[in-house]
C-alpha cells in the first residue's frame, strides 16, 4: 500500500456514534486501515535540549514552552529570531514551524496533549500554538494548532498564543503548505526576506507539476498517491456520520474494483493549498462540486462521539457530532488497492517513484473528463 507524503493519524480504535469502543473490522473507520506513513518506533530521540522527529527529520525544542508565556503572533517570530541570534542551543536555524510541521507531532489517539504517547518534550501546554502559516482566507490571522485535542484553525495575528521553536528542512516527508507569500499583522503583503514566516521558507516536500491526473477511475494526486473520486459529493445532501460510511460502502457495492472508503483528517487535510481559500484547493484542480466541510473517518478521542471533519472553505480541520452535524462525503482510495493494481514501481535514476496505476487506464489531458467521471 503506498502512503507518499500523508504521515499515520496514530488512531488505533473504533468507536460507534456514542463514542463506545466497537470492533474496527468491517467499521470502515480510519483504524481499520491504517494508511498513511506508518511511525517509526521509537518515534523520537532525544538530543539533550532537542528531540529529533524520527518519523519527518525535524528537530524540535525539548521544552515546548520555551518562551515562558503566550506572544503575539509577530512577537513569537521575533523570538526566534533573537534565538538565531543568540544561537541557542548551538544553532542558529530554528524558525517557528509551518503549519503542517506543527500538526505533524499529533497524535489522534490521544488527548491532553495529543502528542504520540511516551513523548519527551517538557512544559507542553494543552492549548493554541502559533504557526508560521498565514491564513489564505484572513491574512490578518495565522493558522494555529491546539494541542489539548488537536484542532486547528486560525487566529488573530493580535492574540497570544504559544510557540514551539523547530530547526531543519525534514525529510521531505511533510508537504509544503502551498504558501509562497508573506503578511505582516494587518494582513498587508510584505517582502518575505527576513520574515521568518512559511511564505520565506517553503520547506516541505515539493509538489509535483501537474500535481492532479484525471483517471478513468477518479482523480490521481501525484503529492499523496491517492485517488480520488472527481464529484466531490457522494450523497448530494450533508448526511450524519453514519451515513457517511455506509454510503461509501455502498459505492464499494457498485465499484468493488477500487475499494474506496471515507478518508482519514489526514489525507483530507493533504489536499489543502495554504494559498488558497474558497475552497481551499490547488489552483486549477480538477474536481467537481467541491462542498465547504467533509466527514473524515477519523474520530476524535478528545471525545469519541464526534468525529474530524476538513472545512474546505478555510482549510481548517475540526470536529462533528456524530449523530448530529450534517457533512457532506468524499470518496478516497489508495492507488496501491485500485484497479486491482498492488505493485510500487521503482524510482527511475534521478526520479521519485511514480504512483501505482490501475492496470489498463489512460490518463487525460489536464482539464478534460475522463470516462464515468462528470
Known amino acids: 500500500m503506498s502512503s507518499r507524503h500523508y504521515l499515520h493519524t496514530g488512531q488505533r480504535t473504533c468507536h460507534a456514534d456514542d463514542g463506545r469502543e466497537i470492533p474496527c473490522e468491517g467499521s470502515g473507520q480510519d483504524a481499520s486501515f491504517a494508511v498513511g506513513m506508518p511511525w517509526p518506533e521509537p518515534r523520537f530521540d532525544l538530543h539533550g535540549d532537542e528531540v529529533v522527529d524520527q518519523l519527518t ?22 523570538f526566534v529570531a533573537t534565538m538565531n541570534r543568540e544561537q541557542r ?19 489522534l489517539q490521544t488527548r491532553l ?52 521553536p523547530v530547526r531543519g528542512e525534514g525529510l521531505d516527508i511533510v508537504p509544503r503548505t502551498g504558501q509562497s507569500l508573506c503578511y505582516d499583522a494587518a494582513g498587508n503583503v510584505i517582502s518575505c526576506a527576513a520574515s521568518g514566516q512559511d511564505g520565506e521558507w517553503r520547506y516541505g516536500a515539493p509538489w509535483p507539476e501537474p500535481r492532479f491526473e484525471i483517471l478513468h477511475t477518479g482523480i490521481l494526486d ?24 455506509t454510503a461509501v460502502a455502498a459505492l464499494n457495492q457498485e465499484d468493488a474494483k477500487n475499494h474506496w472508503r471515507l478518508p482519514t483528517i489526514n489525507e483530507l487535510e493533504a489536499l489543502v493549498d495554504c494559498a488558497a481559500h474558497s475552497p481551499a484547493l490547488p489552483s486549477g484542480h480538477p474536481f467537481a462540486d467541491v462542498q465547504d466541510i467533509y466527514w473524515s473517518s477519523t474520530t476524535s478521542l478528545f471525545e469519541p462521539d464526534w468525529a474530524w471533519a476538513l472545512y474546505l472553505e478555510k482549510g481548517a480541520t475540526g470536529v462533528g457530532q456524530k449523530r448530529f452535524a450534517q457533512f457532506s462525503v468524499w470518496a478516497v482510495a489508495t492507488t496501491a ?31 478534460t473528463v475522463g470516462p464515468g467521471l462528470a
Open 57 to 78: 527529520g525535524l528537530i524540535w525544542c525539548r521544552n515546548a514552552n520555551l518562551a515562558g508565556f503566550p506572544l503575539f503572533w509577530q512577537e513569537a517570530l521575533d
Open 89 to 107: 542551543f548551538g544553532q542558529r536555524d530554528w524558525r517557528m514551524p509551518n503549519r503542517r510541521e506543527l500538526r505533524s507531532l499529533l497524535s
Open 113 to 164: 496533549p495529543a502528542l504520540p504517547e511516551r513523548h519527551p518534550f517538557l512544559n507542553v501546554f494543552n492549548g493554541w500554538y502559533w504557526s508560521a502559516t498565514t491564513a489564505a482566507i484572513s491574512p490578518s490571522h495565522a493558522w494555529y494548532v491546539a494541542l489539548d485535542g488537536a484542532r486547528m484553525f486560525y487566529g488573530g495575528k493580535d492574540q497570544s498564543f504559544m510557540l514551539w
Open 222 to 245: 501525484h503529492l499523496t498517491c491517492l485517488l480520488w473520486r472527481r464529484s466531490a459529493n457522494l450523497t448530494v445532501q450533508p448526511v450524519v456520520w453514519r451515513e457517511a460510511l
Open 337 to 367: 488497492d485500485a484497479g486491482g493494481h498492488s505493485g510500487v514501481p521503482q524510482p527511475r535514476p534521478g526520479i521519485e517513484a511514480e504512483c501505482p496505476r490501475e492496470e489498463g487506464s489512460a490518463g487525460f489531458p489536464p482539464g
